[in-house]
């Protein structure tokens, strides 16, 4: 095995030393608290959010952000969990694969896969009051349907020929071509789920925003105060099991040291995320020390979904294939696992987990190897002249910008394990580190040398996050737009997509997934898990189906 990175053993001591000071700094610091109903207390205040403090039945949590409008058609600001809260599928996504019967109580489809019959359930209301039926579910696809372009990454949306409710519990989904994903896409968190007819702006396009969240799910968001917090409070009418928590106090704390502070202080109940969903909630370094102190209850799901970085192939020194071979060998992965994720998550060699549908290809990965990197780059002309420095080619630095989500501490760590890495064969990363909003952006319009672009688990792999590299909707479009190859591998997406063999369907993908594997233009680094910490306060905790979910309908609070 390579020496591990002088990098791994002089970072992590001092983000131990951090971890384990921060309960200390619990007992000194005195925040700002932010209580539902009150405005924010002066920073002088004592702590007041304690659980013998906290009104009966609420769940305290936290986010980076406000959660949104939670608008169920539309994306950022808007966050998945909460989206997930309020607003129902008509099907839902199981563990397993399996797609379960949730607001349409059964479907068929038709011999050719083109036409998907729902029957809807009875009784379901909105939480204010509005029935739930086949006008209300025509209603929410068509404000989608002529909004396309903002969902042109679902391929969904492309297919849906047309909406048809023959009576008030039927609901016919009629496409244009048979889709195999179709009942995997319905299960999505966005943007196919409902809103209330009565929340509807008057063009009926909630593209135009909408009066209220409304949705049938088991929470209604009742109160939100920006930079604070947001407060949800159970639906008393909700049509399936009610939840036995009735408040869930969601406090915005952008930072992951001032989140495990207010969790050690006694501020918090839950910490949830740290995978593609909620990454950065606290280190696993904190997460690490809290699971041996035996205070709080910690675990970890199963590998969930692939942590990636895409390289851009269109522009600046990434555009060459040699350079992107390089950086991909400059990287100790077995290192970065042991010294960042302390062995929690896997090493990853290929774009998606084995365990994803079609993808246990078992390509062959790209090795640790700094020899091999050094003559990649000697080869396409770049020299080193200043051992401490880039690397130069006709006057310009071996130079690459490394951009990641700023207030996410697992991926500032990861970035400057990488620009250490590749510091050593000459490779200068410059780390940008922004608002998830800003990284978002520099996704869809190639702003990046390198950029986080993690896939997104079950049951988006393969096909959704595939269909969404034809688009530029996320960094893959822009990632891949520099292949010579670019427009070969849509057409085949959109082949795979549409596909109703089998063993074409398989083929394909491994065309697919072969060819970028060998283009370079993913770095995987590993198979990425999230992490729960809470309280003896609570029980029933446990991981949804979906990254994107987190069930509090299941959890209790003692």
Known sequence: MPNRSPSVAGLFPRRWLRALLLPMFAALMLFTVTLAGGPVAPLVAPLAVRAADTPAGTLRYSWPSNVGELNPHKYSPNQMFAQ???????????????????????????????????TLRKGVTFSDGTPFDAKAVRMNFETV?????????????????????PDARTVRL????????????????????????????????????????????????????????????RNDAYWGKKPAIKRIVVRVIPDPNTRLVALQAGELDLVF????????????????????????????????????????????????????????????????????????EARADALFPPTAPYCDLKLPPYAHDIARAETLLDEAGWTR?????????????????????GNDALQKAIAEFLQSELARVGVQANLIGEEEDAIGERQKNGAF???????????????????????????????QLGLPMKADIDARIGKVLLSTDETAR????????????????????????????????????????MDTEIPFEDMRLK
């Open 449 to 479: 040398g390198m950029v986080f672009g993690d896939t997104w688990g079950a049951p988006y792999d393969p096909h959704s996050f595939v269909s969404s590299m034809r688009v530029p909707s996320h960094a893959d479009y822009q990632a």
């Open 145 to 165: 349907l002529a909004n396309r372009a903002r969902h042109d990454w679902l391929e969904l949306v492309a297919q849906i020929d047309k909406v048809e409710t």
């Open 506 to 545: 398989r083929n394909l993908y491994r065309d697919i997934l072969t060819t970028l594997h060998e283009q370079a233009v993913y770095l995987p680094l590993t198979y990425q898990s999230s992490m729960v910490v809470h309280t003896t306060r609570v029980d029933g905790v446990h991981f949804g189906a």
């Open 273 to 344: 995320g740290g995978g593609g969903h909620g990454g950065g909630q606290i280190s696993l370094e904190a997460f690490g020390a809290l699971k041996k102190g035996g205070t709080y209850a910690t675990y970890l799901s199963p590998p969930q979904a692939s942590r990636v970085i895409a390289l851009n192939s269109k522009s600046g020194p990434t555009a060459d294939l040699a350079v992107r071979k390089a950086i991909l060998h400059a990287i100790d992965k077995d290192a970065m696992v042991k010294g960042i994720f302390l062995n929690a």
């Open 174 to 233: 009629v496409l244009k071509n048979a889709y195999y994903p179709a009942l995997q896409e319905l299960a999505l968190i966005r943007p196919v789920r409902f809103l209330s007819p009565s929340a509807f702006p008057a063009s009926g396009n909630t593209n135009d925003g909408m009066k209220a969240p409304i949705g049938t799910g088991p929470w209604k968001l009742v109160e939100t105060r920006k930079g604070e917090y947001d407060v949800f409070e």
């Open 84 to 118: 997930g809260m309020v607003y129902e599928p008509l099907v839902k996504y199981a563990r397993g694969g399996a797609i379960e019967p949730w607001l349409a109580e059964s479907w068929t489809v038709s011999p050719d896969g083109k036409v998907y019959t729902f």
């Open 385 to 405: 002249t200043n051992p401490k420095g880039p690397r130069m080619k006709d006057g310009t630095p071996l130079s690459v910008d490394l951009c990641f989500v």
